[in-house]
C-alpha cells in the first residue's frame, strides 16, 4: 500500500525560506502525480504544488515565483522548497498521491489525489 510521510515543518520569520520532504513508498512503475496542499482547521484546502512522474510542475498562482517543487525518482522523495514566506503561508502542509495520474495540473485538485500523508505544520511570523 502507499504511504507518505512529510517532513521539514516548522517555524520561519517572513521572508525567510523552507524546505518540506515527503518519502513516498507503494507505489509501483508506471505515471503518477505527487501534490503538495496546505490547510488549517476551518479553513479551505489549497492546493498549492504538483508533480507528474515526468517532471513536469504546476503551481497555485499564489505561489508561482516562490516556491519549487522537485522529486528524486529513484528514492521516491518529493520536495518543496518554499522561498520568500508570508505569514498567509501558515498552514499545515499534507503531501498527496494519485498514481493515475498522468499531468500535474490535474493534481492540483485534492479530490482526485488518492492517497494523503499526516501533514506538518509550518508557521512564518512576522
Known amino acids: 500500500r502507499v504511504e507518505l510521510v512529510e517532513s521539514g515543518g516548522g517555524g520561519v520569520q517572513s521572508g525567510g525560506s523552507l524546505t518540506l520532504s515527503c518519502a513516498a513508498s507503494?507505489?509501483?512503475?508506471?505515471?503518477?502525480?505527487m501534490s503538495w496542499f496546505r490547510r488549517d482547521p476551518g479553513k479551505e484546502r489549497e492546493g498549492v504544488a504538483a508533480?507528474?512522474?515526468?517532471?513536469?510542475?504546476s503551481y497555485s498562482d499564489s505561489v508561482k515565483g516562490r516556491f519549487t517543487i522537485s522529486q528524486d525518482n529513484a528514492k521516491m522523495i518529493v520536495y518543496l522548497q518554499m522561498n520568500s514566506l508570508k505569514p498567509e503561508d501558515t498552514s499545515i502542509y499534507y503531501c498527496?498521491?494519485?498514481?493515475?495520474?498522468?499531468?500535474?495540473?490535474?493534481?492540483?485538485?485534492?479530490?482526485?489525489?488518492?492517497?494523503w500523508g499526516k501533514g506538518t505544520r509550518v508557521t512564518v511570523s512576522e
Open positions: 507503494g507505489f509501483s512503475y508506471g505515471w503518477y502525480c
Open positions: 498527496a498521491a494519485d498514481p493515475d495520474c498522468m499531468s500535474s495540473n490535474q493534481a492540483l485538485d485534492a479530490y482526485g489525489m488518492d492517497f
Open positions: 508533480i507528474s512522474s515526468d517532471g513536469k510542475v
